[in-house]
């Protein structure tokens, strides 16, 4: 049965192969089970935690001409999996709502839920002077009285555990700079001492951002000398602050040695997975203020789980006492103008604005082009990065490339990074008469000892030997030799994934020929609102509007192992 699935191509050699070492277990074992472990392996590289047994084989491969007309009878699948003793305190769980887990992910879930459970049982960490809170609130956060930003500072107050989502633009930054403004005057208020802050965020590009943004915010919060002071100026990578292991396997930062903080403030959260956040739970101490930023409607993590989503939907399904607050109120985009109604219209799924807006041809902020006029966007790309090449001071360099982005969803294929980024490289070649001295790269490993990071930008120029400028969050501009650097790519486009946590004043996103699963929502949305004033758009309409369609949801089961641990 695997053999025969994996000759269609619907499932890949490593499915099989894990499906195959676990049976040899407890041999002898059913084919049904081998195949449930199998497709429970595909589910979590394609994201998800568990494999619910009902899913159809419809559901499974949507498009896949090859696929087998039906999948075990599901009572039938479930009583064949519950009886093995893999089963067993084995390598899987199947739990009573019929999700079948690989069980580190299960037991993530578990972590996970019992830690919020846990910290939702700890007393406010300050103590409650209502006076002193409602004046204080309404110095910090100026405006009407029910403002959601004064919601979420008293939430931050009264929960050791609290969310603040919104999409972007909409003062998430500015409001966490008043939060910590709040806690601090407070902590100076009853111990006399300023409380310890530590500003995280998943990647080093989203890392430097938080930090920038913080120091601009600094500026426009009315507080005293010494609060202002104890806010600080940069952050770090969540992966960095937890001590993550060079190799990868395991950090040095948890229960038995937290991190040492009173304040942590976490962005981009929906870049987040489950091993990470449950790490983050466990390294934080007892005692510690938890706010969790992000934005929901964006592209959830590389690695399985949905961790904040998850979390939003648990606080209105489940008794959890953390609080979460929605800022959706947009600063950044003019709601009049086609950008803003566009993002606006992509995160609620509204197809016949997007068709409206795209259908436009005097909007300045939004151009949609057929897939026919590439050719002539990557002209325009080609005339960005000479620019961007001819420059060597790092400052003006990097402020060149934050003005321009081309996006794919894809790395590899007809319009994957990849390929956009050589046809970009041959025009420079023809324009130029060589390949380009310098080049634009993206760090994809962490290197500790380098203090370079996943998602830093460098510029990459040509020499005896070829040297690095990497910009990343807390090192400023460091040159490093390239025989040096960890793994990188170039960065002439970039996927969406690699640009979520970034702005760019100007982004081209471009979409295939033909639809493809791959192709949702979420990731849409997260490409277009990666642009602060314009965003270009090619590739068919149709395609663009099968993805709006489609919500990249990810089975999971930490809703319910929430309302479990609070039960």
């Known amino acids: 049965m695997l053999a025969e699935l994996q000759a269609r191509g619907l499932l890949e050699l490593l499915d099989v192969e894990l499906a ?14 081998e195949l449930a472990i199998a497709l429970t392996s595909r589910n979590v590289r394609r994201g998800h935690s568990c494999f619910p047994v009902d899913t159809s084989a419809a559901e499974i491969w949507p498009r896949e001409a090859g696929r087998p007309a039906e ?3 599901v009572a039938r699948w479930k009583e064949l999996i519950a009886a093995s003793a893999l089963s067993d305190g084995g390598p899987l769980v199947l739990d009573e709502a019929g999700r079948l887990y690989l069980r580190r992910y299960w037991q993530l879930e578990r972590d996970i839920a019992n830690e919020l459970a846990l910290r939702s049982s700890i007393p406010p ?7 002193w809170l409602e004046a204080s609130v309404e110095r910090l956060f100026p405006g009407a009285a029910d403002a959601p930003q004064r919601d979420a500072a008293r939430n931050a107050l009264q929960h050791s555990v609290s969310l603040l989502c919104g999409g972007p ?3 998430k930054t500015t409001t966490v700079a008043a939060i910590v403004a709040l806690i601090i005057e407070g902590c100076l208020r009853e111990a006399d001492s300023a409380p310890r802050v530590l500003l995280l965020a998943p990647t080093g590009k989203s890392a430097a951002r938080l930090g920038e943004a913080v120091c601009q915010a600094k500026s426009r919060i009315k507080t005293f000398a010494e609060v202002l002071a104890a806010i600080p100026e940069q952050a770090t990578t969540l992966q960095r602050a937890l001590g993550m292991r060079r ?4 950090f040095g930062r948890s229960a038995d040695r937290p991190v040492e903080a009173d304040v942590i403030v976490v962005d981009e959260a929906s870049m987040v997975d489950l091993g990470l956040m449950r790490q983050l739970l466990n390294a934080t101490p007892r005692d510690a203020t938890l706010l969790i930023v992000g934005d929901p409607d964006q592209l959830t993590s590389v690695e399985a789980g949905s961790v904040l989503r998850d979390l ?10 953390g609080a979460v607050t929605q800022l959706t109120k947009t600063y950044r985009y003019d709601e009049t103008q086609a950008l803003g109604q566009l993002i606006a219209a992509i995160r609620k799924g509204d197809g016949a604005t997007v ?10 902020d939004l151009v949609w082009v057929a897939s026919a006029g590439l050719p002539a966007e990557l002209d325009r790309a080609a005339s960005h990065w000479s620019a961007a090449l001819r420059i060597r001071n790092p400052t ?3 402020d060149l490339r934050s003005r321009y982005v081309m996006l794919s969803p894809f790395r590899r294929g007809m319009v994957g990074t990849r390929r956009l980024g050589a046809a970009v490289v041959d025009r420079l070649y023809q324009a130029e008469g060589r390949e380009p001295a310098v080049r634009p790269i993206i760090i994809e490993e962490n290197s500790h000892e380098l203090k370079v990071y996943n998602g830093d930008f460098a510029m990459l120029v040509e020499g005896e030997p070829s040297i690095a400028t990497v910009q990343n969050e807390s090192e400023g501009f460091r040159e490093i030799a390239e025989a040096r650097l960890p793994r990188y790519s170039d960065a002439f486009a970039l996927s969406v994934h690699k640009a979520q946590g970034s702005e760019f004043d100007e982004v081209l996103f471009v979409l295939p020929d033909e639809d493809t699963p791959m192709l949702s929502r979420e990731l849409l949305y997260t490409a277009v609102s990666r642009a602060r004033r314009a965003v270009r758009l090619v590739g068919p309409k149709e395609v663009l509007l099968a993805a709006l369609g489609r919500s990249a949801r990810r089975y999971s089961g930490l809703v319910g192992a929430i309302a479990e641990a609070l039960d």
């Open 355 to 364: 068709q409206r807006l795209l259908d436009q041809d005097d909007a300045t």
């Open 169 to 171: 633009g909409t003062g």
């Open 312 to 321: 939003v939907t648990a606080s209105v399904q489940t008794p959890w006492n």
């Open 20 to 33: 195959r070492a676990l049976a040899r277990i407890v041999e002898p074992t059913s084919p049904e089970v």
């Open 125 to 131: 960490r300050m103590a409650s002077d209502k006076n």
């Open 247 to 250: 190799d990868g396997a395991g």
């Open 396 to 398: 003006q360099h990097f």
């Open 71 to 73: 999948l075990p009878d």
